[in-house]
C-alpha cells in the first residue's frame, strides 16, 4: 500500500523553526515530484515547496522563498521541508503529495498522484 506520511508541525512562535517530514512507504521517489502543500483556514490549498526526485531541481513560492527549503533523503525514502523565520500566515495544515514526474520543476505540479493526511503548523505571535 503506497502511502505518505508527514510529521513535525506543532506550535511554534514567531520567527522560530520546524522542520517537517514526509515518509514514503510502498513506493520509492525515483521519478517523482514531491509537493509540499498548504491550507491556511479558510483558504484554498496551496503548493509552497516542490522537488524532482530525478535532477534534484526545485520551485518555491514567493512568500515562503529564502525562507524554507525542500530536500529529499532518498535512503530514508523521506523528503523534508526546513522552515525558517515562520510568520502567523504560515499556520496551516501541511501535506505532501507525490506525482510521477520525469523532467525539471518549473512551478510545482498540481494533478497529485499519492497524497498524505497532513500535520498542523501553528505559528503565534
Known sequence: ??????????????????????AASGFT?????IVWFR???GKEREGVACIADNDGSTYYKD????????NIDNSKKTVY????????EDTAVYYC????????????????DYWGKGTLVTVSS
Open 29 to 33: 521517489f525515483d521519478n517523482y515530484a
Open 1 to 22: 500500500e503506497v502511502q505518505l506520511v508527514e510529521s513535525g508541525g506543532g506550535l511554534v512562535q514567531a520567527g522560530g523553526s520546524l522542520r517537517l517530514s514526509c
Open 63 to 70: 512568500s515562503v522563498k529564502d525562507r524554507f527549503a525542500i
Open 39 to 41: 491550507q491556511a483556514p
Open 97 to 112: 503529495a507525490a506525482i510521477w514526474w520525469d523532467g525539471p520543476i518549473v512551478v510545482c505540479p498540481t494533478g497529485m
Open 81 to 88: 521541508l526546513q522552515m525558517n523565520t515562520l510568520k502567523r
